[in-house]
Structures are given as C-alpha cells and as structure tokens.
C-alpha cells in the first residue's frame, strides 16, 4: 500500500521540495507542468514529466481532469498537491480518491469540512478550541448588520472559502459593512467559486501564530507553533519557529488545543491550525486551518529535525506516524523569508526576468529553497514566489544576524527580489525587539522605512 509512484501536481519551490522528499524514500517521481514549465527545476530533477495543459492556472494545475488523466497515463498511485491551487479542493481530493489513488493529504471529506472557514469554526468549538466571536454560520450581506451590532466595531467580512489573505475587508461601522460586504462577496465568488460569508470581531493588534501538526488518521502530534505576524496584505512576509512572545503555558495550551481538534477529526497527513494571538490579553483565538503542507513549513524543520514533507508521504501511503510527541524536541529559533520577483522598492511590482546569475547563500545552518537556476525565464503568468531563505540558530538575535549574513551572501541576477525588505527588516530595532504583530508591517512600509534603506544598500 506504500506509495511507489508519485505524481506531483504543482510548480515551482514546492514542487523541488516535494519531489527530493520522494526520491529520498525511493519513490519514482512524476512531475506535472505547464506548456510554461517545461524549464522548470523540478521537470529537470523528477523521473518523469508530463504536460497538463497551457500556461493558464485554470487550463493545467487547476485542470482536474487533465490531471487525473495524466496521472493515470504515468501509472501513478498517488498525488501530492503542494500547496495552493488544489491542495484544498475538497472536488480534487475525492475525484484522486475516485480514481483509486491516493491524495497525500487528509480525506476529501476533511477538506471538505476543515477547508470551510465556517465549518472548521464550528469544528473548533465542538473540540473546545476558542474562535474569534462572529457569526455563526454563513450570513448574507442583510444579516451582517444585526450580527456585527452583537459582536462590536470593527469586524472583519471573510469568505467561506477564502485563502492566500483574499476575501478580507475589515468594516469600522454599520456602513462600512454595507458597502464592502458586497465587494468581499463577488471577490470570493470570483477567486474560489464560492460567495459564502461570515463575520468576525477585528483583533486589534494580534499576533499571528500557527502550530504545524502531524496524523496518521488515528493519532496525531505537533510539532510546535511559528509566528507569522509580519504580513502584507494578510500575507506573509517573513515567518519564525518558535514565537518568543508566548510563555511555556500558554504555548502548551495552544499546542494541545491545536492535537485536539486533530484528532477530534482524525486527521491525516501534515497540517496547520492558524490563530490570532492578542498580547495584552494573553489570548488566543483559533482562525482557520490549512489542510495541506504551508510555505513556512521548513521553519519547523529546522529548529525539530522532523521532515513534515516525507512524513506525510509516508503517513499517505498508510504508514503509522514514526514519531510520539515526546520524541519531538525542538531547539534553537529558526527564520524563514520569501523571495517573490517582486520589486519592493516600487511598491512590489512584480518583475519576472532571465535568471543572468545565481549564488546560493551561504553559512552553516542556512537553507535556501527554490526553483531557480542561471538562464531560467521566470515565466509571469504564476505567484511571485521564487524561493525561500531559512536560516537556524541557538537563538533569535543570532538566527537574524544569520539571516543578514545568508542575504548579503547570496545573489539572484537578472531580476528584481524582495531580499533588500528584508535586510531592512532585519536591521529595524523592533524587528530585533520581536515588537511587531500582523498590522506592524503595511504602516512601516508607508512611512517610508524601507526607501530609506536604499541610499545604504545602493
Ligand atoms: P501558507 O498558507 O502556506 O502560509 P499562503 O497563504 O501564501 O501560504 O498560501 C500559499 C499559496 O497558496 C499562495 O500562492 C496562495 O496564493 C495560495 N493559496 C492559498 N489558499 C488558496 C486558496 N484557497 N485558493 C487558491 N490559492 C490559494
Ligand atoms: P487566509 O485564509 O486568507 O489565510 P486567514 O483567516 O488565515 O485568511 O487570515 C489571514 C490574516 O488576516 C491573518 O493572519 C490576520 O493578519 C488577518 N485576520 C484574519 N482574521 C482576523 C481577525 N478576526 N482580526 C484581525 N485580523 C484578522
Ligand atoms: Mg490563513
């Protein structure tokens, strides 16, 4: 029943993560393209490829039956999904099951439930797990007003569906809400196919702190939380294991709460639960899960020594967890940035060029995760993400000294990357402070903080 031939429906870092992870266990490695991708690493670096349709997201990685039938024709027996496009479609994973391969992720039925904003809330509760207070259920646009009276200014207007930081608008008063509750709708039923939405009380300030988590569909383990409170426009900027603003208990609680409602849903493969963290109140409040491998998943890595994506390879193909949660220990602080072709200078326009030169960063302790090589077009039609830079140390201002150094080392011609953001992160007194939370980044940027920097970097 173990996995033997693996196909890989997604681009990009997180193909090459995948597809190393497979061939480490001596899995065969099928890697789905684009006709835009037929250059990309993890073509170069699988076993086989197989094209799936046009460039266009919608005619090949979001192309299910395309894919299926691709994965059919190379005699797979399995499908990773990555991450976005259909790692969360509940559609995906049962036409996989139908098929008679297996998903590496959990049941389609638990994406189904879990992949609902509104239904993980309620799933959430039943387990004990404390919510941000909102409504209880999808709401119309006529509804909000009454439910957002009972909960308090400012809300936040979410889509059912939602994901990558869309479908969000924040309503300061009765009249916001009627006009952006409408927007929030047709952007969710544009993006996800979907128009459902709910309501949440706004956390002033919070922090965000996700906690990564393992099953095998009988038990599951954590392994710890990262904090991911620099974002811009809800998404994440730069991403840390472990969050030095939580003290022992509360981070145990939160950690336990998280294997709660794992287990309360027999969860299988790698998965985060995502909470707002209020400070001053020493709260924190359950906001979604992600039911496939995030990002910001080698943060975790580093500072446990767990490979989360050969696990669930293995806990997929029907193996038991290899590990009980008194085996995962965790040392040091680790810190994970996002390279997009992006320029942050102008702001973040997006910049897809010719690869001309390629240096990896260097220093012990330092992992660079990417699809990159020299001479690669950077093809425009997908995310900006070209890799990731991740670096481990005995503690936090170390791994942010390490983070500078690894920066400074490394160099991607041709192309514009948000690296200088980071470097001026990385030298910003409440940065080293940890004295930020998910609302700290967009205002620096405004006030200029980051131009500032060039005169330096230049
Ligand atoms: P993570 O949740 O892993 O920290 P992101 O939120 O940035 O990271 O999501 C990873 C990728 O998946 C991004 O490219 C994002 O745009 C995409 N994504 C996330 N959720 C969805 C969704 N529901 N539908 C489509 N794309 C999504
Ligand atoms: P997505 O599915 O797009 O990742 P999330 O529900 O995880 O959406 O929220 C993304 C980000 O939006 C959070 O990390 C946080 O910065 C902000 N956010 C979400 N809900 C709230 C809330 N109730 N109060 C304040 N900020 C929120
Ligand atoms: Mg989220």
């Not at 061939?23 to 094209?51: F, N, R």
């Not at 959990?106 to 509760?125: F, L, N, W, Y």
């Not at 080698?298 to 806990?315: F, H, Y």
């Not at 660079?368 to 090589?373: E, K, N, P, Q």
């Amino acid at each position: 029943m173990a996995i033997e031939r693996l196909f890989i429906a997604n681009r990009g870092e997180i193909a090459v993560r995948v597809v190393k992870a497979a061939k480490a266990l001596g899995i065969h490695t099928i890697q789905a393209h684009s006709e835009a991708d037929t250059e990309m690493l993890a073509v170069k670096l699988a076993d086989e490829a197989i094209c799936v349709g046009p460039a266009p997201s919608k005619d090949s990685y979001l192309n299910i039956p395309a894919i299926l039938e691709a994965a059919k024709a190379t005699k797979a027996d399995a499908i990773h999904p990555g991450y976005g496009f259909l790692s969360e479609s509940p559609a995906f994973a049962r036409a996989v099951e139908e098929a008679g391969l297996i998903f590496v992720g959990p049941s389609a039925d638990t994406i189904e439930r879990m992949g609902d904003k509104v239904a993980a809330r309620q799933a959430a509760e039943a387990a004990g797990v404390p919510v941000v207070p909102g409504s209880d259920g999808r709401i119309d646009v006529s509804e909000a007003v009454s439910v957002a009276e009972k909960i308090g200014y400012p809300v936040m207007i979410k889509a059912a569906a939602g994901g990558g930081g869309r479908g969000i608008r924040i309503a300061k008063d009765e009249a916001e809400l009627k006009t952006l509750a409408p927007q929030a709708k047709a952007e969710a039923e544009a993006a996800f196919g979907d128009g459902g939405l709910y309501i949440e009380r706004a956390i002033l300030s919070p922090r965000h702190i996700e906690v990564q988590i393992l099953g095998d569909g009988e038990t599951a383990v954590h392994c710890y939380e990262r904090e991911c409170s620099l974002q811009r426009r809800r998404q994440k900027v730069w991403e840390e294991a472990g969050a030095m603003c939580l003290d022992d208990e509360t981070r145990e609680s939160l950690c336990a709460s998280a294997v709660a409602l794992a287990k309360a849903v027999n969860y299988r493969g790698a998965g985060t639960l995502e909470y707002l963290y209020d400070e001053a109140a020493n709260e924190f409040y359950f906001i979604e899960m992600n039911t496939r491998i995030q990002v910001e998943h080698p943060v975790t890595e580093m500072v446990t020594g767990v490979d989360l994506v050969a696990e669930m390879i293995k806990v997929c193909g029907g193996a038991k967890l290899s590990m009980t949660q008194d085996e995962i220990k965790k040392t040091g602080h680790a810190i994970e940035v996002r390279l997009c072709a992006e320029d942050p200078f102008l702001n973040f326009m997006p910049w897809p060029g010719v690869v001309s030169t390629l240096k990896d960063p260097t220093g012990d302790g330092v992992r660079f995760d990417h699809f990159l090589s020299e001479g690669y077009q950077i093809p425009p039609f997908y995310d900006s993400l070209l890799g990731k830079v991740i670096v481990h140390a005995d503690t936090r201002e170390a791994a942010i000294d390490k983070l500078v150094e690894a920066l400074e080392s490394m160099e991607i011609g041709g192309t514009k990357t948000t690296a200088p953001l980071h470097l001026a992160l990385a030298a910003d007194p409440e940065v080293r402070k940890g004295a930020f939370h998910t609302q700290w980044l967009e205002p620096w940027l405004e006030a200029g903080n980051l131009s500032a920097t060039k005169g330096d970097a230049a």
